[in-house]
C-alpha cells in the first residue's frame, strides 16, 4: 500500500469548486453510570472477560431488563446541554438481528420516539466563529458484548480458527447522538466535522456521563458525507465510516472521503452507499464486507419495559443543575485570565483548560498556573508521549508548588526539580522537597557567608564590585549558586553581594 | 421419617391425601394430623403409579424431584413444629410448569434446544412458593415454548387427559392441569398467553386463572409473548387457586411491567363467595361466543351455570362485544410477533443444544442447524408468521392493524365493565378432543382459545372453573369468568358462589383412571 494508491485524488479545495459536501455524524457514547442499563452488573472498562454479567445482561431465557434511572437521567442531561426538547412520553424498541455477541440477538433501543430530540450545539472553529451543528435526537441503547477472533491473521471473523465471546460490555448504557444533516460548510466540512465531535467531547465531559475516551470506545463517530453538485437540491449517495478512534481521524475521515466521491463522480461512475473502515495509519478508507441481504430490523416496541414518561419537574430540575456550558466558561474564563483569543484556544488545543481551570481554583494566579500547564508539564507530556490529563499530576499539587515558589520556598528551577518528582511518583510536592531536599537556603547566615567566600576566591571581581560596576555581581551571584547546587533565591544572593561590597 | 410415625393416630391413607384440596390438606399439616412429608410421600406415589409410562400414562412430569420435594416437605414440617409456618400454604405440594427456572431442576420449555439446561436463578414465582414453604414436586408438560392447545407439540410427547387418557388436557398447561386433575399434586403454576391456563383447565375439569396482567411477576417465565403471558394457579377449587394466587402475586423490582397496585382480595374473595350470595352483581354473557363451532353439551352446561348463577341473585344479562371476533387472528399476528423475536436468543451461542459444532461449520450455520434440530414445527411456524408480521413491508398491515384490533378489544372490554361486574363465556368451545385429532390442521386447533384470547389482549382477569359435564360425552365443560384490570377478586367471589351451588355432582375430582386400568 502506498500513499499515491491510496491518496484521495481531489483536495478538499478541489472538490468544493464542483460540488457541497453534506455531512451526517453520528456519536455513540458509553455512558459512565455505576451499572449496567437493565441489570445491577458493574459497567467497568478492562475487568477479566465474563466477570460482570448476569442472566439479564446475558440474556438468558427467562430473564426481563430492569432500567437503570441514572442512565435516563443522563440521556435527559445530554440533550438539554444540546438545547433538544425531552420527549413527554418515549420508549424502547427491540431491534432485531443475530450477532454471536449480542445475548438476545436483538438489542433494546429507541426508535420512533427517542427520549430527547431536535437541538443543536454552538461549535467553536479555529478561526474563533462558531458553527451552529443541528441535533436530529439522541437516543438510549444497549451495548453489545465483544467477539475476539482466535487464529488468522488479521484478528477479523475471516481466517479465524474461533471466537470468544466476552459479555462484560453487553448491557452498557449507549447514548446515540444523531446530528440533522450538515449542509453548506464547504471546505470548512472536515473541519467542522472535527469541531463538533471535540465541542460534543467536551460538553459530555461537562456532564460527567461518560469518560468520553475515543481511544477506549466510550465514544465513538461514525462519520456519513455525500456530495451534490453545486447547482442541485438533492443530496447524493452516502457512505458511513466507522472505526474513526480520534478526533484528528474525524477530519481525516471526512477529507478522504470527500475526495473520494468526488474521483468517482468526475470519472463518471456512482457512488456505492456502505459502510467504510477508516484506517489509521493510511488515512484512507476501504469498503466494509457488502450486505448480502437488506437489513431489516423488524423494530417493534418493546413489551418488557413500560413507556417513559420523565416528568416536567424532573427535567427541569435537571435543566437547573446543568454545569456552565464549556463554551460559556471559556468565555468568562477568558474575561476573569485576561486571555488573548490564541492564548484560550492553545489552552483548550492542549486539553490543558480544564486543569488550569482546576489549578486556580485550587490557589494558584492564573497566569502561573497557565504558565506551568502550556511550557513545562506540556513539555513533559511530549517527551512522555501522553496527553497532558494523563500526566501523572493534579491540578492540587500543580498549585502546590506555585505557592512554595510564591513563598519563596522554591526558586522556579528547583520547582521543576519538585515537579520531576511528583511526576515520578515521588509523593506530594512538598514530600518530594524534603526527600531531594530541595528547599532554597534561606539561611541569611549561610548566605553570607557563601557570599564572602565567592568574593575571597575572586578577589578582582570583588575589586570592581566594589568600585561602583555592580553588573560584575552577576559572577559572584554565579558561583554562590553553583556551590548551594541552585537552592539559593538569586535575587537575594545579589542583594547580599551588593552589601557585603558597599 | 418411620412407617410407625407415618401410621399414627389420625393418619390418613395416600388415596384420601391425593383427593384433599389444598386449603384441607394445609389445615391438616399445619395442625400436625399429618406431616408434609406424608402427603408428599402420597403424590409421589400416585405420581409413580398413574404418570408413566410416558407412552400411555397421564405423562404430567418432564422431570420429577422427589428428594428435592421431601427435603423441602421436612423443612416445611420443621418449620410447623417451631410454630412458624411461612405462609397458610407451607407444606403443601405444588407442580411447576417447565417454562419457569428453577435452579435445581432442568428448565426445557419442552423443546429439545433446551433440553437439560439449568437455569442459574429461580423464577420470582418460584422463589416465593419456596419462600412461603410449599414443596415443589417437579416440572411440568407444556406445549413446546407454550405455544399450543393441547400439549401435543411437547418435544417429549404428550400428557393425557385423566377423565380419557386418549384426550388432550389441553394446553399449553396440559401438564399442570392433568397433575391437578389426576391427583399428581393439590396445585400447580401455569402461564396464560391465550388460554394456557384456562383452556386446559377446562377441559380436565380443574380451576385455572390468569390473573391481571401485571399483578404477578414474570421474571424466570420463559418468554412467549411478553405483553400477554401472565403465570397464574392451577388448583381443584376456587379456594385453593385464590391461596396460590396471594403466594406468586404482587409488584416484583424484576419485571418492570409488574404494577404497583395491591393484590386484589381473592382469598377474602372467594370466601365471601362460598357463602353463596350473588345478590347485586351484575352478570354478562358475550353474545359472542355461542352458536356455530360451539359443541351443544358445552352450550348445554353452561346454560345450565347461567341459571345457576341467576338462582345465586346475580342479574344475568346479554352483552356484545363485537371486536372480540378480531381476537384470534389479532393474537395470532402479535403472540408470535413477540414470539419471533423472544425465541431469537435460542442460537446454540451459550446455552443449550448445540448442533454442527464440528469446525466444519460456520457460527451462523451451527445456528441454523442447532435452530432446525431443536425447534418444532409449531414453533418453527410461529417464527415464521411473526418475522413476516414484523417486516418491513407488512408490519403496519399485519403488526400495526393487529395492535388497533387489540385497542378495539380493551374497549369492547371497557364498555362490557361499565355494565357488568364480570362477563361470562364458556372457556374453550368444545371438551377435550382426542389426541390427534387436530395435530395437522394449526387452524382448528387455533380455536380451542377462541373464548379466553381477548383477556389476553386486554389485560384484564379470567378464570375458568368446572361447570358440570357435557351431556354429549360425558367430559369436564368450564364456565369463564371475566373480570376488569386488578378486580380478580370479583371474578373469584362469583366462581366461589357458583362452585358452592354447582356441588358436587360435576363428577369425580379425580377421575378413575379408566383407559390406565383396563391397560393392566
Redesign the interface.
Known amino acids: 500500500m502506498t500513499a499515491t494508491i491510496d491518496a484521495a485524488p481531489y483536495t478538499v479545495e478541489e472538490v468544493c469548486e464542483r460540488f457541497d459536501p453534506v455531512m451526517g455524524l453520528e456519536v455513540h457514547v458509553e455512558l459512565n453510570t455505576a451499572t449496567k442499563m437493565f441489570c445491577g452488573c458493574a459497567n467497568a472498562f478492562g475487568a477479566e472477560p465474563n466477570t460482570n454479567i448476569c ?1 439479564v445482561c ?10 437503570n434511572g441514572t442512565a435516563v437521567e443522563s440521556a435527559i442531561k445530554i440533550g438539554l446541554a444540546l438545547n433538544c426538547q425531552v420527549r413527554e412520553r418515549s420508549g424502547f424498541a ?1 431491534k ?1 438481528y ?1 450477532y ?1 455477541d449480542m ?4 438489542q433494546i433501543s429507541q426508535y420512533e420516539d427517542p427520549i430527547v430530540f431536535d437541538g443543536y450545539l454552538d461549535v467553536p472553529l479555529d478561526d474563533g466563529t462558531t458553527w451552529r451543528v443541528e441535533i436530529e435526537r439522541a437516543h438510549m441503547e444497549e451495548d453489545t458484548g465483544k467477539s475476539l477472533h482466535i487464529g488468522g491473521a488479521t484478528g477479523r471473523i475471516h481466517g479465524a480458527d474461533h ?1 470468544l ?1 466476552d459479555y462484560n460490555r453487553a448491557g452498557v448504557p449507549l447514548i446515540e447522538i444523531v446530528t440533522k444533516p450538515i449542509v453548506g460548510a464547504g471546505v470548512r466540512a472536515p473541519e467542522v466535522a472535527r469541531a463538533y465531535v471535540t465541542a460534543l467531547r467536551d460538553v459530555l465531559r461537562g456532564l460527567g456521563v461518560s469518560d468520553v475516551r475515543m481511544d477506549q470506545g466510550s465514544m465513538r463517530c461514525d462519520a456519513n458525507v455525500s456530495l451534490k453538485p453545486k447547482d442541485t437540491e438533492a443530496f447524493g449517495t452516502r457512505t458511513e465510516t466507522k472505526n474513526v478512534n480520534s478526533l484528528r481521524s474525524v477530519e481525516r475521515a471526512v477529507r478522504y472521503e470527500m475526495g473520494r466521491h468526488a474521483g468517482v463522480l468526475l470519472s463518471g461512475g456512482t457512488v456505492t452507499q456502505e459502510t467504510r473502515h477508516f484506517d489509521e495509519q493510511s488515512g484512507t478508507t476501504s469498503a466494509g464486507r457488502p450486505k448480502e441481504t437488506f437489513a ?1 430490523y ?3 416496541p418493546e ?4 413507556p417513559l414518561e420523565p416528568s416536567r419537574d424532573w427535567v427541569e430540575t435537571l435543566r437547573a443543575g446543568l454545569p456552565e456550558r464549556p463554551w460559556e466558561r471559556r468565555a468568562r474564563i477568558q474575561t476573569d485570565w485576561g486571555l488573548s483569543d490564541e492564548e484560550l484556544r492553545d489552552l483548550v488545543n492542549a486539553d490543558a483548560l480544564d486543569l488550569v481551570a482546576d489549578t486556580v481554583d485550587a490557589g494558584a494566579p492564573p497566569e502561573a498556573a497557565r504558565s506551568w500547564w502550556v511550557s513545562y508539564l506540556a513539555q513533559q507530556a511530549n517527551t512522555a508521549g501522553v496527553t497532558l490529563p494523563e500526566l501523572a499530576i493534579t491540578p492540587a499539587q500543580v498549585a502546590r508548588v506555585v505557592a512554595l515558589v510564591a513563598d519563596g520556598t522554591l526558586t522556579n528551577k528547583l520547582a521543576r526539580q519538585v515537579v520531576d518528582g511528583v511526576l515520578a511518583g515521588e509523593g506530594e510536592p512538598d514530600e518530594v522537597v524534603t526527600g531531594r531536599g530541595l528547599a532554597v537556603v534561606s539561611d541569611e547566615s549561610a548566605l553570607t557567608a557563601a557570599v564572602d567566600e565567592a568574593l575571597a576566591a575572586q578577589p578582582d571581581i570583588a575589586e570592581k564590585i566594589r568600585a561602583g560596576k555592580t553588573k560584575a555581581a552577576g559572577a559572584i551571584v554565579g558561583a554562590v549558586m553553583k556551590a548551594t547546587r541552585g537552592q539559593a533565591d538569586a535575587a537575594r544572593v545579589q542583594e547580599l553581594v551588593l552589601e557585603r561590597c558597599r | 421419617m418411620s412407617d410407625t410415625q407415618r401410621s399414627g393416630a389420625g393418619a390418613a391413607s395416600g388415596s384420601e391425601l391425593i383427593s384433599l384440596d389444598a386449603a384441607e390438606l394445609a389445615r391438616r399439616i399445619h395442625a400436625r394430623e399429618v406431616s408434609s412429608v406424608d402427603v408428599t410421600r402420597a403424590h409421589l406415589e400416585r405420581i409413580e403409579a398413574v404418570d408413566g409410562p410416558a407412552e400411555s400414562g397421564v405423562h404430567a412430569f418432564l422431570h420429577l424431584d422427589a428428594e428435592g420435594a421431601l427435603a423441602a416437605a421436612e423443612a416445611a414440617d420443621r418449620a410447623i413444629a417451631d410454630g412458624a409456618p411461612a405462609s397458610p400454604l407451607a407444606g403443601v405440594p405444588v407442580a411447576l410448569k417447565d ?3 428453577t435452579t435445581d431442576m432442568p ?1 426445557t ?1 419442552a423443546s429439545r434446544i ?1 433440553e437439560g ?1 439449568r ?3 429461580d ?1 420470582t414465582v418460584v422463589a416465593r412458593l419456596r419462600a412461603a414453604g410449599l414443596v415443589p414436586l417437579g416440572k411440568t408438560n407444556l406445549d413446546e415454548f407454550a405455544m399450543g392447545s393441547s400439549t401435543e407439540n411437547s418435544a417429549f410427547g404428550p400428557s393425557r387427559n385423566p377423565w380419557d387418557l386418549t384426550r388432550i388436557p389441553g394446553g399449553s398447561g396440559g401438564g399442570s392441569s392433568s397433575a391437578v386433575a389426576a391427583g399428581e399434586s393439590p396445585l400447580a403454576l401455569g402461564s396464560d398467553t391465550g388460554g394456557s391456563i384456562r383452556q386446559p383447565g377446562a377441559v380436565t375439569g380443574t380451576v385455572g386463572v390468569k390473573p391481571t396482567y401485571g399483578t404477578v411477576s ?6 412467549f ?3 400477554l403471558d401472565q403465570i397464574g394457579p392451577c388448583a381443584r377449587s376456587v379456594l385453593d387457586a385464590a391461596l396460590l394466587h396471594e403466594v406468586i402475586g404482587g409488584q416484583d ?5 409488574s404494577v404497583s397496585a395491591p393484590l386484589p382480595p381473592v382469598v377474602e374473595a372467594a370466601q365471601a363467595g362460598a357463602r353463596g350470595d350473588l345478590s347485586g352483581v351484575r352478570i354478562g354473557i358475550v353474545t359472542e361466543f355461542s352458536g356455530e363451532g360451539y359443541q351443544p353439551g358445552v352450550l348445554g352446561a353452561f346454560t345450565d351455570a347461567v341459571r345457576t348463577l341467576g338462582e345465586l341473585g346475580a342479574e344475568v344479562v346479554e352483552v356484545s362485544c363485537p371486536s372480540f371476533t378480531y381476537a384470534l387472528p389479532a393474537y395470532y399476528l402479535i403472540a408470535p ?2 414470539a ?2 423472544n425465541l ?4 446454540a ?3 443449550g443444544l448445540r448442533v454442527g459444532d464440528d469446525g466444519e461449520h460456520a ?2 450455520e451451527v ?1 441454523s442447524l442447532t435452530r432446525e434440530a431443536g425447534f418444532g414445527a409449531e414453533v418453527k411456524r410461529r417464527i415464521m408468521i411473526g ?1 413476516h408480521a ?3 413491508g407488512s ?1 403496519d398491515a399485519l ?1 400495526g392493524k393487529a395492535q388497533k384490533a387489540r385497542t378495539l378489544i380493551v374497549r369492547d372490554f371497557t364498555a362490557a365493565f361499565e355494565t357488568c361486574d364480570v362477563l361470562i363465556s364458556p372457556t374453550t368451545p368444545t371438551t377435550a378432543f382426542p389426541i390427534g385429532e387436530r395435530a395437522d390442521d394449526p387452524l382448528a386447533m387455533y380455536l380451542a382459545d377462541l373464548c379466553t384470547i381477548p383477556s389476553n389482549l386486554a389485560g384484564n382477569a379470567a378464570l375458568s372453573v368446572p361447570c358440570g359435564l357435557s351431556a354429549d360425552d360425558g367430559l369436564p365443560v368450564g364456565l369463564q369468568i371475566m373480570a376488569p384490570a386488578l378486580a380478580d377478586d370479583r371474578a373469584y367471589r362469583v366462581a366461589a358462589a357458583y362452585e358452592v351451588a354447582r356441588g358436587p355432582g360435576a363428577g369425580p375430582r379425580i377421575p378413575e383412571l379408566r383407559a390406565l386400568e383396563t391397560t393392566r
Open positions: 442472566p446475558l440474556g438468558l431465557p427467562g430473564s426481563l431488563p430492569r432500567l427491540r432485531n443475530f454471536p445475548p438476545k440477538n436483538f471466537s465471546l431489516d423488524r423494530f417493534f413489551p418488557d419495559l413500560p | 417454562n419457569l427456572t428448565t420449555a433446551l439446561w437455569p442459574p436463578y423464577a414474570r421474571y424466570g417465565l420463559i418468554a409473548s411478553s405483553s423490582a424484576n419485571d418492570q411491567t410477533s413477540e419471533s423475536s431469537a436468543r435460542f442460537d451461542m451459550r446455552y457460527a451462523d445456528m418475522t414484523l417486516s418491513a408490519y403488526y
